[in-house]
T-cell receptor, first 114, second 110 residues
């Protein structure tokens, strides 16, 4: 089975531009999580969905960040406008109800905002 | 909010040596998860501990959960270069979320 798929793997953009990160969770998983990893702050939870519905977005840093999950097999994280401090690795993870909190992670998107 | 502190932050060992990584929680642990991350890649699940005193092993890696101490340890026996990477502990904090520790970077020298 395919794991969690994220795209793009690398994104380099200029400050002020819109950035869209994409995630396809594992089929059958009903939870989807977006994390951000930086050297300074480690791995932080941004938002998570259950059955395509956003449940907790308290980790979303600012209104510049938004996330959607239009269906069970696709989610996006959008940053608009992007700033240099948004540079980080963004991970998507999914899990299934009944599996505890065991998460399956994608390979991440390395975002660099110049 | 729950905080997880890992020690040491980084570790360099010679191949064949044993090592231990600790994860200490600021609150009661109801479930503790260990992950490994290689540079430029996502996190790979290693083990899940859910009961106080529980101990699990996979190949040369053993993890234990000490509920009273709000602590978990990860022990690697006879380390190999393939063990190199970043080890992270994650705790279930309620609300279906995992909070992660600060990470321990392990390097194994030949």
């Amino acid at each position: 089975d395919a794991g969690v798929i994220q795209s793009p793997r690398h994104e380099v953009t200029e400050m002020g531009q819109e950035v869209t990160l994409r995630c396809k969770p594992i089929s059958g998983h009903d939870y989807l999580f977006w994390y951000r990893q930086t050297m300074m702050r480690g791995l932080e939870l941004l938002i998570y969905f259950n059955n395509n519905v956003p449940i907790d977005d308290s980790g979303m840093p600012e209104d510049r960040f938004s996330a959607k999950m239009p269906n069970a097999s696709f989610s996006t994280l959008k940053i608009q406008p992007s700033e240099p401090r948004d540079s980080a690795v963004y991970f998507c993870a999914s899990r299934v109800t009944g599996g505890g909190e065991k998460l399956f992670f994608g390979s991440g998107t390395q975002l660099s905002v110049l | 909010s729950q905080e997880l502190e890992q020690s040491p932050q980084s570790l360099i060992v010679q191949e064949g040596k044993n090592l231990t990584i600790n994860c200490t929680s600021s609150k009661t642990l109801y479930g503790l998860y260990w992950y490994k991350q290689k540079y430029g890649e996502g996190l790979i699940f290693l083990m899940m501990l859910q009961k106080g005193g529980e101990e699990k092993s996979h190949e040369k890696i053993t993890a234990k959960l000490d509920e009273k101490k709000q602590q978990s340890s990860l022990h690697i026996t006879a380390s190999q270069p393939s063990h190199a990477g970043i080890y992270l502990c994650g705790a279930a904090t309620g609300g279906n979320k995992l909070t992660f520790g600060t990470g321990t970077q392990l390097k194994v020298e030949l």
